[in-house]
């Protein structure tokens, strides 16, 4: 028990605390004691160059790029198939409208509007479509033998498959619908397809072949 008068330890710690929370905010040197250190934060750029030197001169960079530029190679040869589309099994065909609505305005760089947000462009009305468009599967040599054989000047778009191998194979550019954009835009469900203009529509036709790509 405390004597009157007397502060116990707990009492006299909230009352420096108190003293020091109203104390008028001026202050005196009271003089250093220890060792002090400079405040510094370590620069970040000098730590990445310092850690890039150290990769390099372990022979771990050059790893690295290797296995970075081994892996965007395996990508470009091997891109992930579409998912979603399969053979065709029945011959269809439909008209797609390619119009568009303008999310944003148009401006030539001197100002003038060309057209305006909210407005419905069909690009065949400026632009014809000169090739056609050919989708098929890679990996079915009866659909690559059909692309091939088309007679009309064409573009072909892989869904799956391996268009650098195609294309060292058949000296010819295969290209390939990355993430799947096209298949989704023109509602691809099957292959091989043909999208061909017809008038200011685009005409889609699905075509089921039988084995060495011949039409049925």
Avoid at 16 to 27: D, F, G, I, R, Y
Avoid at 58 to 85: C, H, M
Avoid at 108 to 124: C, I
């Amino acid at each position: 028990m405390n004597r009157p008068g007397r502060f116990g330890p707990g009492a006299l710690l909230a009352v420096v605390v108190a003293a020091l929370l109203q104390a008028p905010a001026a202050a005196r040197d009271l003089g250093v004691l220890g060792e002090t250190w400079a405040i510094a934060e370590p620069d970040l750029l000098a730590a990445l160059e310092a850690r890039l030197r150290e990769l390099e001169h372990s022979g771990a960079l050059a790893t690295t790029e290797d296995e970075a530029r081994e892996r965007v190679r395996a990508r470009i040869e091997a891109p992930a198939p579409v998912a979603g589309v399969a053979p065709a099994t029945t011959h269809s065909t439909r008209l797609i409208d390619p119009s568009v609505v303008l999310e944003r305005g148009v401006r030539l760089p001197d100002g003038t509007v060309l057209a305006t947000a909210g407005t419905r462009l069909n690009p065949l009305a400026h632009v014809p479509l000169s090739r056609d468009l050919l989708f098929i599967d890679g990996r079915r040599g009866e659909e690559v033998a059909w692309a091939l054989g088309h007679a009309a000047p064409a573009t072909i778009v892989l869904l799956a498959g391996h268009p650098l191998d195609l294309a060292r194979r058949h000296g010819r550019a295969f290209h390939f619908d990355q993430g799947g954009r096209l298949a989704d835009r023109f509602g691809l469900a099957a292959t091989p397809a043909v999208i061909e203009q017809d008038g200011l529509h685009l005409r889609l036709t699905e075509i089921p072949l039988r084995d060495g790509g011949d039409r049925p």
